[in-house]
C-alpha cells in the first residue's frame, strides 16, 4: 500500500500538484512523511517492514479489536476504563466510528458496556493482532533500534501526527512519534480537525479504497475531499481550474456544473433569466464542499458575453473550460414556424456559443491552453421533424466546434461538441407524449439519458484525459445515430 502511495505521490510532483499538509492514518503516516521529505521512501519501506514483524511477533496469540458504532468518544473511553484487562481506543475515526483494540476477553466486555451506553453496533473486526494497544508496546522499543539507521530530513511539508493530533516542525521529535504511534491511539479525527483550523479545505486520498474519503463526509462536509487510486486518476482532476458553463441553472448545464466542481473546478454558473435555479446549483456545489457562484448574462447579446468573459478574467485571472450549454426550442411545423421563433432559436444556440467561443478564446490563447466543449444534438446529425430551427442551430454548432478546433488547436486549446439525444431534462419534459414516444422508438437503447450521462462526458472532455481529442462530436444519444 504505501509503495502505490509514494508512487502516486511521485505522479502528483510530476504534475506540480504539491500539498500544503500531508497526514496518514496508521501506517499511513509514512506516507505523510515521504510527502514532508522528512523521510527517504527506501527507508520507509524497510521500516515498515520490521514495523509489521515486531508487531505480530508482540502478542504471537493475537488480541482483538471492534468498531464501536453510534456513540461518543467520551463513553467509549469510560467503557474501556472501567474495563478490567487491557482495551483501550485504537481509532478515532470520525464521529460515529471508533475501534477499540486489547486482549480478547476486555474487548468483549468493553464493547458490551457500549452497547449498554447506547452505541448502535459494536461489531467484531477480523485482525490478526491488537494493533494500536499497550499490548504493543514492546515492538514499538524494537522498532526504535532500526531507526538508528534513519536518517531524519528537514521536514518540508508540515504533517499531523496520528500520537498529538497536531504539525510536526521538528524532524528530531519524529523518531519518538513512530514509537509511541505503534502503541498509542490514531487520532484521525483530531488531526484532520487540526488541519481544517490549519486552512486547508481541499483533501486528497491517495492510494487504495475510499475509506478515508467516507471518515472525512462525517468529520467535516464543508471541505472538498478527491481521491487518487492510481495515476490515471490525476488526469481526471480539475484542481485549480476556471470554469464558466451557461444555461447551468438545470438540466445538462447544471448536472455539468455540479461534476466539474466535484473534481476541482471553481465553476460560474451562469443564466440569463432563472436566477433562482442559478443559485440553487451554486448552493448544492457548495453544500458538497465546492466553489461557485452565479453570473447572469444573456449568450445572445455579444457585448454581455465579452462583459461576463472579462469580469471572469478580472476575479479568476483566466478561464481554462467553457461549456457552452444554454439553449432553447421553438418548436413548430417549418411552414407554420415564425421568423421570430427561428431567429431566437438561432441567436441563443448558435450566436451565443460563437459568442463566448469569441471572446473567451483571446483569453485561452495567451494562456496557451483550454477546453472548449459546445452542447450540440443528434438533431443537429440527424435533423428532426418540428424542429427545423433548433436543428439548424445545432448543425450549426457542429461546423463552428471543427471550424474553431482548426483556429485553435496550435496554440493548445481543444475544441469539441457533445450531441447528446434524448435527455430528461426541463427542455424534453416540455415535448408531447407523442414526440417523446417517437423518440424512445429511434433509440436502440429504448431509453432516454439522464442529465448526469452527459455531465459524464463534459467532464472527460475538460480533463486532460482528452488532451489529444479536438474538433470531435461524440454522440451520446444511446445509439440513435448510429
Not at 14 to 41: C, F, H, M, T, W
Not at 65 to 92: K, R
Not at 223 to 237: A, N, S, T
Amino acid at each position: 500500500m504505501l509503495t502505490v502511495e509514494a508512487a502516486i505521490y511521485m505522479a502528483m510532483e510530476q504534475q506540480n500538484l504539491r500539498p500544503d499538509y500531508a497526514a496518514g492514518l496508521s501506517l499511513g503516516e509514512y506516507g505523510a512523511l515521504i510527502v514532508s521529505k522528512a523521510l527517504d521512501p527506501a527507508d520507509a519501506f524497510r521500516i515498515i517492514r520490521k514495523r509489521g514483524i515486531y508487531m505480530q511477533e508482540a502478542v504471537p496469540t493475537g488480541g482483538a479489536m471492534a468498531a464501536v458504532l453510534g456513540l461518543d468518544a467520551a463513553a467509549i473511553e469510560a467503557a474501556c476504563e472501567q474495563t478490567e484487562g487491557i482495551v483501550s481506543i485504537a481509532n478515532y475515526n470520525c464521529p460515529g466510528q471508533i475501534v477499540i483494540t486489547g486482549e480478547q476477553a476486555a474487548v468483549e466486555q468493553a464493547g458490551e458496556a457500549c452497547k449498554a451506553a447506547g452505541a448502535k453496533r459494536v461489531m467484531p473486526l477480523k485482525v490478526s493482532g491488537p494493533f494500536h494497544s499497550k499490548m504493543l508496546t514492546g515492538a514499538g522499543e524494537q522498532l526504535a533500534d532500526e531507526f538508528k539507521n534513519v536518517n531524519f530530513r528537514r521536514i518540508e511539508v508540515p504533517y499531523v501526527t496520528n500520537v498529538t493530533a497536531d504539525f510536526v516542525t521538528d524532524e528530531t521529535q519524529i523518531q519518538n512519534l513512530l514509537v509511541r504511534q505503534v502503541s498509542s491511539s490514531v487520532r484521525w479525527q483530531q488531526s484532520v480537525e487540526r488541519l481544517v483550523e490549519a486552512g486547508a479545505d481541499e483533501f486528497v486520498e491517495v492510494g487504495p479504497g475510499h475509506t478515508l474519503t467516507g471518515f472525512m463526509k462525517k468529520i467535516n462536509r464543508d471541505v472538498k475531499v478527491f481521491h487518487i487510486e492510481k495515476p490515471e486518476d490525476l488526469e481526471i482532476m480539475l484542481t485549480d481550474k476556471i470554469a464558466l458553463v451557461t444555461g447551468a441553472g438545470r438540466g445538462i448545464g447544471k448536472a455539468a456544473a455540479k461534476l466539474l466542481a466535484a473534481h476541482g473546478a471553481y465553476v460560474y454558473v451562469n443564466y440569463n433569466g432563472s436566477e433562482e435555479a442559478a443559485r440553487q446549483t451554486v448552493d448544492e456545489i457548495k453544500q458538497n464542499g465546492g466553489k461557485a457562484e452565479a453570473l447572469q448574462c444573456n449568450v445572445a447579446d455579444f457585448q454581455a458575453c465579452a462583459d461576463m468573459i472579462a469580469a471572469i478574467i478580472r476575479q479568476s485571472g483566466r478561464l481554462d473550460i467553457l461549456v457552452n450549454n444554454a439553449g432553447i426550442t421553438r418548436d413548430g411545423l417549418l411552414m407554420k414556424m415564425s421568423e421570430e421563433d427561428y431567429d431566437q432559436v438561432l441567436d441563443i444556440n448558435l450566436k451565443g456559443t460563437f459568442h463566448t467561443i469569441r471572446h473567451a478564446s483571446r483569453y485561452m490563447l495567451k494562456q496557451k491552453s483550454g477546453k472548449i466543449i459546445n452542447m450540440t444534438s443528434v438533431s443537429g446529425v440527424l435533423g428532426n421533424a418540428g424542429q427545423a430551427n433548433y436543428s439548424a442551430s445545432k448543425a450549426g454548432v457542429i461546423g463552428l466546434t471543427k471550424s474553431a478546433a482548426r483556429e485553435l488547436a496550435s496554440r493548445g486549446i481543444c475544441v469539441n461538441a457533445i450531441a447528446p439525444g434524448y435527455v430528461e431534462t426541463d427542455m424534453t419534459n416540455g415535448l408531447s407524449e407523442q414526440v417523446k414516444t417517437q423518440m424512445l422508438a429511434q433509440i436502440p437503447m429504448g431509453r432516454a439519458a439522464s442529465p448526469e450521462e452527459i455531465a459524464n462526458t463534459v467532464l472527460f472532455l475538460a480533463s486532460d484525459q482528452s488532451a489529444y481529442i479536438t474538433g470531435q462530436v461524440l454522440c451520446v444519444d444511446g445509439g440513435m445515430a448510429m
